[in-house]
Nanobody
Framework: QVQLVESGGGLVQAGGSLRLSCAAS????????MEWFRQAPEKEREFVAA????????SYADSVKGRFIISRDNAKNTVYLQMNSLKPEDTAVYYC????????????????WGKGTLVTVSS
């Protein structure tokens, strides 16, 4: 079965940066739009960023626009999320997801999910 594995989470002070990675196996990444979602305690999972199959177009939630950058390397079957100027409200478990239908930015539209990596931003 397809497997997505996130890494790179950790504890960082406000204003700092982290780079998350999502490694895919048994999946031809060029056939899937890739997206990042996050879920904070007692909150619904929300869209963060998305990138098209070829990497030619990206989308971001308003809350992270200008601070986060999504990118992909299909040859390495890996998607990245560079997070800069982190804020305490960015604290959440971050999930990688894949969608054969293209970018949707909707949780229920994803075909595959990773298990998440925790990002904690201290004030």
């Amino acid at each position: 079965q397809v497997q997505l594995v996130e890494s790179g989470g950790g504890l960082v002070q406000a204003g700092g940066s982290l780079r998350l990675s999502c490694a895919a196996s048994r999946l031809t990444t060029s056939n899937y739009a890739m997206e990042w979602f996050r879920q904070a305690p007692e909150k619904e999972r929300e869209f963060v960023a998305a990138i098209t199959r070829s990497g030619g177009s990206t989308s971001y939630a308003d809350s992270v626009k200008g601070r986060f950058i999504i990118s992909r390397d299909n040859a390495k079957n890996t998607v990245y999320l560079q997070m800069n100027s982190l804020k305490p409200e960015d604290t959440a478990v971050y999930y990688c997801a894949a969608n054969r239908a293209g970018v949707r930015t909707i949780t229920g539209a994803m075909d595959y999910w990773g298990k998440g990596t925790l990002v904690t931003v201290s004030s």
